[in-house]
């Protein structure tokens, strides 16, 4: 039997799950083998917090790192959704992200 | 590999390091939380384990203050209300020998009682003890430490004998490492205990289904179902299955009943969309963008559905051009099943057309007419 989209669903939220992304504030879902994903990006991890301790002094390091590690989680994000079989293209509408062609992912201002 | 991880029967001397270590846990637990509470993220339900974990350290007056905020804020919610209750009376209520659930998975009954001794000499127990192991548990879980968050958990068991909140947790740390048939394993026998756990039930749908078990999965989303109707990501779950079943009019009512809970629900959008594109009454599809609360999505919505009634090409590239991004999205073959339901002959001249205003090159006009003509 094939992969179908409700099947897919379950897989990208586990791929969202496994990288410490809060689900709760995510929609998430298939639609003919395109994957969509709109909400807030989020993690509450220890990781995340101990930036914001160690660097409690400067908020814009505060943001320079968390970019940096939000970037690196939403490209784990689209490489593995993009590698499942079944799935041919993914949509995200991130709060404060946007996925660029040929510049991967930019923060957007204004928005947290 | 996460089933060694777990599968690995427990040592006494791993016991023994994780006692000495709970201090030090709960110390970053407790700036990890004191952080989130500062932030003002996750509040008011960050004040839960804030307290539990400053109960359990000792400083009763400062846990009680959180624990009594969260109460008034949330009075309806029985956890806390409990939670609350054991930190007044002081949490003297361990579980007794026989109060203990027989737990099948990985034979945890058997390793706890071969521990029991060093267990009760290790750690606290109650209800209160079992919550204070079970967010360590949590804690470690992000950090990606697997065999610590494993041992905190069934801690937490020996500590309140909570089966059904222990096989959520396992269940839940082995979907997180894609261990789907371990997790499946904990999470339908926490359910078979507990059916009325929703949180069990709707996580092993979504273990149910992507091992393939579509008819599990669906049986267990309309349990949940029929007790929250109220829970939209359940009823667009539905919707999903039925989808993917090829069951457009019970998909359709599902999405509706999604989207009377939550009317700005993406994906239920986007779903009945084309479930209305599929049902060919443009009549309908044009109601249905008239009621979108996102005008953005309406925004794209009419535009496919100018294309499918084949209105004048200029109209339609006025509505294209308000929406930044779609175009590069259809290049991309993001929307090749919408585009697909257009009449051939319009979209022939539609591509063109839109080469000609130079909205796309020669190339992409040439790929795009390769794509869905033919």
Redesign the interface.
């Known amino acids: 039997?094939s992969i179908?989209?409700?099947?897919l669903?379950?897989?990208v939220?586990?791929v969202i799950?496994?990288l410490?992304l809060q689900t709760a504030l995510l929609?998430?879902?298939?639609?003919?083998g395109?994957a969509?994903i709109?909400g807030k990006i989020?993690r509450?991890?220890?990781?995340v917090?101990r930036i914001?301790?160690d660097y409690y002094y400067s908020e814009e390091l505060i943001q320079e790192k968390l970019s940096h590690e939000y970037r690196s989680t939403l490209e784990a994000l689209d490489r593995q959704i993009r590698i499942m079989p079944g799935i041919?293209?993914a949509?995200y509408?991130l709060k404060g992200w946007e996925r660029r062609?040929g510049k991967g992912w930019v923060r957007i201002h204004g928005e947290s | 590999m996460m089933s060694e991880n777990i599968r690995t029967l427990i040592q006494s001397e791993e016991i023994s390091l994780l006692s000495r270590e709970v201090e030090q846990d709960s110390r970053e637990a407790e700036t990890f939380f004191r952080e989130m509470l500062k932030q003002g993220k996750g509040y008011p339900d960050v004040l839960f384990p804030f307290s539990v974990l400053l109960h359990c350290s000792g400083r009763q007056e400062e846990s009680r203050r959180y624990m009594a905020e969260l109460v008034k804020i949330n009075d309806h919610y029985e956890k806390y209300k409990t939670a609350r209750t054991c930190m007044e009376s002081g949490d003297r209520h361990p579980p007794e020998m026989s109060g203990y659930p027989q737990v099948r998975f990985l034979a945890l009954s058997e390793q706890v009682e071969k521990h029991r001794d060093l267990l009760e000499r290790s750690f606290f127990k109650g209800e209160l003890a079992g919550e204070y192991y079970l967010i360590l548990g949590r804690i470690a879980q992000t950090e990606g430490r697997w065999r610590r968050a494993f041992l905190y958990y069934v801690t937490a068991f020996f500590a309140s004998a909570k089966k059904a909140e222990l096989l959520l947790s396992l269940g839940q740390l082995c979907y997180a490492q894609g261990e789907l048939s371990l997790a499946g394993e904990a999470l339908r026998e926490g359910y078979s205990a507990h059916p009325e756990h929703e949180k069990i039930g709707l996580e092993l749908s979504y273990v149910e289904s992507e091992l393939g078990h579509f008819d599990r999965a669906r049986e267990l989303l309309h349990v949940i179902f029929e007790s929250h109707p109220d829970w939209p990501d359940v009823a667009y779950r539905l919707a999903e299955y039925y989808f993917s079943e090829n069951d457009v009019g019970k998909a359709l009512d599902y999405c509706e009943k999604a989207l009377t809970v939550n009317p700005r629900y993406y994906s239920a959008n986007m779903l009945k969309f084309r479930l209305l594109m599929m049902k060919e009454d443009p009549e309908l599809v044009g109601e249905f963008i008239q009621g979108i609360a996102d005008d953005s999505l309406a925004g794209t919505f009419r535009i496919f559905h100018a294309m499918k009634k084949e209105e004048p090409k200029e109209s339609v590239f006025a509505l294209l051009e308000k929406v930044p991004g779609l175009k590069d999205e259809m290049i991309e073959g993001l929307w090749d099943d919408v585009v697909r339901s257009v009449s051939s002959n319009y979209l022939k001249g539609f591509i063109r057309f839109l080469q000609e205003m130079k909205m796309i090159t020669e190339e992409e006009a040439l790929a795009a007419l390769k794509r869905y003509i033919g």
């Open positions: 039997m179908n989209d409700f099947q669903t379950s897989m939220r586990r799950v496994s410490g929609d998430i879902s298939v639609i003919n395109v969509y709109k989020e509450q991890d220890v990781a917090m914001r301790r041919r293209g949509v509408k062609i």
